[in-house]
């Protein structure tokens, strides 16, 4: 007799067990239901665990935990978060689902398991809607360090150089970055030499921009093809010798000098953005892989905490 009330106060309706149970095989009521209180339970945890990892970090170096402890520990905390949330959703799910009558246990194991993966499906979806830039910064940091970081390396070294060659009325006083600096390095007198005059001691402001101009874009042509010519070498050495008093051989040498010590440093600079476009890339490719698995474990705890809810239910 109770059997009898339950079968209809489910259905609505009166038939036989075959046709009740067809009606309620998917109870979208209990999988919304699982899958708002995943999507809640990772909000909590979320900003739990952003408090508990801006309060253990430090911007002195000697102080706080390091960047590899930060990294495991989010790691530890994400799949923490994800199997709790998909824990409670999948339980949810299964709980609250109609009791199915005249259905074989093993279709009943399978309807709850496929509950459990509905409800966290629909959280993850639900989540990642709203966390879309925080993956897609997770997984294309990687993929737009190694296409940008490296090539804008150069760029980074010689800082102002592009304007200061492309104008011939830049003032000394307003070069700035890599190539400027190594450019008015070429014009100093030496220690032994102090006395003399340096460039802008005997030449007008015009004509000293214009020399610090083109010397700048006689640097800058030789750093694109990756080596100055013998012209141009000894055209520079010659600008140099006049505005130092260096001979021309001495003014060669420290041309030949100065152009090596800044591809030395635009190499050097090359070579830190790539050891960091590499960081970034293994460490966005380890993120992804580890949130691959924790979304994996979490469709697996979530599928089967809907079972265990599901037996409980029909107790």
Known sequence: ????????????????????????AVSWGAIFAGAAAAAALSLILLLLGTGLGLSSVSPWATEGIDAGTFGVSSILWITFMQLA????????????????????LDEVYFRDTAHGFLA???????????????????????IQAGATVAGSAATAAVGGAAAAAGSDATEPGDASGSMSYFVDSLFRADAETSGRRGLSDDQPPEQTAASLGEVTRIFANAL????????????VGQVVAQRTELTQQEAERRVRDVFARLQATLNEAEAAA??????????????????????LSGAFVASWMATFGGRQRDL
């Open 85 to 104: 949330a998909s824990a409670m959703g999948g339980y949810i799910a299964g709980r609250l689902r109609t009791k199915w009558a005249a259905v074989h």
């Open 120 to 142: 966290w499906a629909v959280a993850t979806l639900g989540t990642a809607a709203l966390l879309t830039s925080v993956i897609g910064t997770i997984v294309g940091g990687g």
């Open 224 to 235: 694109r093809t990756g080596a100055m010519p013998d012209d141009d070498l000894r055209y």
């Open 1 to 24: 007799m109770s059997a009898s009330i339950e079968h209809l106060t489910v259905s609505g309706s009166r038939g036989d067990p075959a046709a009740i149970a067809s009606r309620t």
């Open 274 to 295: 790539r050891a960091t476009a590499d960081a970034a890339r293994e460490a966005s490719a380890y993120a992804a892989l580890w949130l691959f698995v924790s979304l």
